[in-house]
């Protein structure tokens, strides 16, 4: 979940430092984009299914269902299925208001 978050600030930077200065021809910087775009895939299906595989062993794990909530907002751009999953762990609550037991 980090690591794709992570590669897709590094994308953002990238295309933020050289916003401008690249030809739409630009052969090497399309090379380092691409080689961005495809560690965030990767790292994005690893950690959907770290998470797929979690949530079948401990289904109660109210933890790890919030932050599978967050993966799904943050990462995935899901939030029906986010909202599955904060629902599920606090009543219809949002992950940032607490737990039932403080």
């Known amino acids: 979940h980090e690591d794709a978050l992570k ?3 590094r994308l953002y930077r990238v295309m933020q430092v050289r916003q401008g200065t690249f030809a739409a021809d630009d052969q090497s910087m399309a090379d380092r984009l691409g080689t961005i775009v495809e560690s965030m895939t990767e790292a994005t299906a690893k950690a ?3 998470y797929t595989r979690l949530l079948r ?4 794990g109210v933890g790890l269902s919030r932050c599978y909530a967050l993966f799904c907002d943050d990462v995935l751009n899901d939030s029906t ?5 904060k629902v599920g762990t606090d ?12």
């Open 7 to 9: 590669h897709r600030s």
């Open 48 to 50: 959907h299914t770290a």
């Open 57 to 60: 062993t401990h289904p109660n």
């Open 81 to 85: 299925q986010a909202t599955e999953y």
């Open 91 to 102: 009543g219809g609550g949002s992950i940032s208001g607490g737990s039932k037991s403080g």
